[in-house]
């Protein structure tokens, strides 16, 4: 069994009472629930998961998977770590995506978790494929669980296009889908400007490079293969993150936000992209 990602959650199932899970045990600090109190993500310390967490060993094998090295020490956070290694918690019936973030020596740094499911979303998502067609709402969250960013893929037909903000509202920008056929691409666009972007390497979507607005190379996404059992029987998709530079805001939060969140963008709306 894999643990949730932390966050407040019933202390019980059906309990009124929200009890903060610091990602591997339950702590103290309590708060009352309800509708003005609702607990952070969809997901709950008694979802049935398959797996365990990621040792440091399969992290940094992952890595090498992705053809990535060992590179410089980072500043420990998640816009400040040159590799990202992102693992989606793997599930029996998948409800809400989640995502534990580590840096290149194993250390989880982060985590990634789909919120605001309603009981009619959770419904569509387990009984049909309208899932993919509707309004998403994930947060970017550090290790005490606390947002960073977080991001809205408003409802779509075609095309993604994802909104990113700070926890407080504040806009930083978006990521906005340029093409359906052939390699996708995304656009980073900050007050009508573009500021950089994403572009798949093959039209399966899987590899990305990430660009700053002259086209250089800033970063990299690489999905790392977990095995056929993992891949045919579930939807869980692994990769890794290069970058290449440390890089100023917007863009800095933008290249974070895409690389966490492509998999909703496009690979978790369609298999047919991923």
């Given amino acids: 069994m894999s643990n949730p990602a932390p966050g407040w959650y019933p202390e019980a199932p059906g309990s009124t009472v929200l009890r903060w899970w610091d990602g591997t045990r339950w702590t103290a600090n309590t708060q009352p629930g309800g509708a003005q109190r609702q607990p ?31 590179v410089a020490q ?14 989606q918690k793997v ?32 419904a569509a998502r387990f009984f049909t494929s309208l899932d993919q067609f509707m309004t998403h709402h994930l947060e970017v969250r550090d290790l005490t669980g606390q947002p960073v960013l977080v991001l809205t893929r408003p409802a779509k037909v075609f095309k993604s296009r994802i909104l990113v903000q700070r926890p407080g509202g504040q806009p ?65 998709d692994n990769y890794v993150v290069q970058i290449h530079r440390p890089l100023p805001d917007p863009l800095a939060s933008l290249v974070v936000a895409s690389a966490l969140t492509v998999d909703t963008a496009l690979k978790q709306d369609s298999r047919g992209f991923g």
């Avoid at 365990?52 to 060992?70: C, F, L, N, S, Y």
């Avoid at 980072?74 to 990202?84: A, D, K, R």
């Avoid at 250089?216 to 993992?230: H, M, N, S, Y």
């Fill in 74 to 87: 980072g500043g420990g956070t998640l816009f400040t770590e040159p590799v990202l290694v992102v693992n």
């Fill in 91 to 122: 599930k029996l019936i998948e409800m809400a995506n989640e995502y534990s973030v580590f840096d290149q020596h194993g250390r989880q740094i982060g985590a990634v978790a789909q919120v605001g499911q309603s009981t009619l979303k959770k």
């Fill in 172 to 236: 930083v920008g978006e990521i906005i889908q340029d093409n359906v056929f052939g390699k996708i691409r995304f656009a980073f666009v900050v007050d009508g400007q573009q500021v950089g972007g994403i572009q798949a390497e093959n039209w399966r979507a899987w590899n990305f490079a990430v660009t700053d607005h002259t086209g250089t190379e800033i970063a990299r996404i690489t999905k790392t293969w977990e095995g056929l059992a993992k891949t045919m029987f579930t939807t869980a």
């Fill in 40 to 70: 952070r993500g969809d997901a709950s310390p008694w979802e049935i998961q398959l797996g365990g967490t990621p040792d440091p060993d399969k992290i940094k094998e992952q890595q090498r998977r992705a053809g990535v090295g060992q």
